[in-house]
């Protein structure tokens, strides 16, 4: 809500939220907005180091993937005619 004075002194501009859970939101998401800016300004600035990095993770995170679906899998999937 605009404070009277302010409009009596001709302010017409958007007051700044000091507190509140709207204040902290557009802090965190300014946060979020710069350090994702920041990384993306070094992925520019070193592409062999960036695609090396999507490799090794890649290639972490197939490894991962395929421990956590083999032994997942059923026992024996062999029939057995005796």
Known sequence: ?????????GFTGELKETG?????AKQAAAYV???????????QEHPSATSAAFLVFGAAAF?????????SSAE???????
């Open 76 to 82: 024996s999937t062999r029939r057995r005619y005796w």
């Open 1 to 9: 809500m605009a404070n009277i004075k302010n409009l009596r002194t």
């Open 63 to 71: 490894v991962a993937g395929y421990l956590i679906g083999t032994a």
């Open 20 to 24: 509140g859970v709207t204040a902290k």
């Open 33 to 43: 907005r710069d350090e994702a800016s920041a990384v993306a300004q070094s992925a």
